[in-house]
């Protein structure tokens, strides 16, 4: 089956940028999407076939997704990017959502 | 506004049967995709399955296949999520998610609007 390799953690101090990796076979033929779960809320997409944002998320956050990796960039972070932040893709071949494991945004 | 709003959760012994809601409100139900999605206590996402605008197409993860069922009542406005056998490994709370895609009946994409979830815990 097809599987999503993120980190569980990353760090960063505030107002440097924070990159989160989404790791699979040939991920870059696939449209991923990224989502954001503060503590106690539901997810919320913050990026949407690879690279576009919904309205109302900041331009500090961005993705691209190209080979085998995707990426989540988050710059200039502040204490309220802290979440858990979920890759997400549809797995055509199983017929399966697939979510990678998370990863925990902290700010230092 | 969007609004998808899961019901039928609570506590329930290994083995039993449960059946979980999803009422939503607007946007125009019988066109989108509707998934379901659980989270076990401290864990990430796993995604349970999804139903095609149309009730057409059905999916589901590994995890549930042959024991949940989902299905729609497209006059009604609501999902559903029957579960049957249940095990303590299904402990979780489970979300209703609305694919972002119009009238897709094979391929799904991002969940762009989600309810805010009904906890379900088995345990004897």
């Known amino acids: 089956s097809y599987v999503l390799t993120q980190p569980p953690s990353v760090s960063v101090a505030p107002g440097k940028t924070a990159t989160i990796t989404c790791g699979a076979n040939n991920i870059g033929t696939k449209s991923v999407h990224w989502y954001q779960q503060k503590p106690g809320q539901t997810p919320v997409v913050v990026i949407f076939?690879?690279?576009d944002r919904p309205s109302g998320i900041p331009e500090r956050f961005s993705g691209s997704n190209s080979g085998n990796t995707a990426t989540l960039t988050i710059t200039r972070v502040d204490a309220g990017d802290e979440a858990d932040y979920y890759c997400q893709v549809w797995d055509n071949i199983s017929d399966h959502v697939i979510f990678g494991g998370g990863t925990k945004l902290t700010v230092l | 506004q969007v609004q998808l709003v899961e019901s039928g959760g609570g506590v329930v012994q290994p083995g039993r049967s449960l059946r979980l809601s999803c009422v939503t409100s607007g946007f125009t139900f019988s066109s989108y995709g509707i998934h379901w999605v659980r989270q076990a206590p401290g864990k990430g996402l796993e995604w349970v399955a999804v139903i095609s605008y149309d009730g057409g197409n059905k999916y589901y993860a590994d995890s549930v296949k042959g024991r949940f069922t989902i299905s729609r009542d497209n006059s009604k406005n609501t999902l559903y999520l029957q579960m049957t056998s249940l095990r303590a490994e299904d402990t979780a709370v489970y979300y209703c998610a609305k694919d972002s895609h119009y009238h897709e009946r094979k391929t799904f994409y991002d969940l762009d609007y989600w309810g805010q979830g009904t906890l379900i815990t088995v345990s004897s």
């Open positions: 076939y690879d690279s």
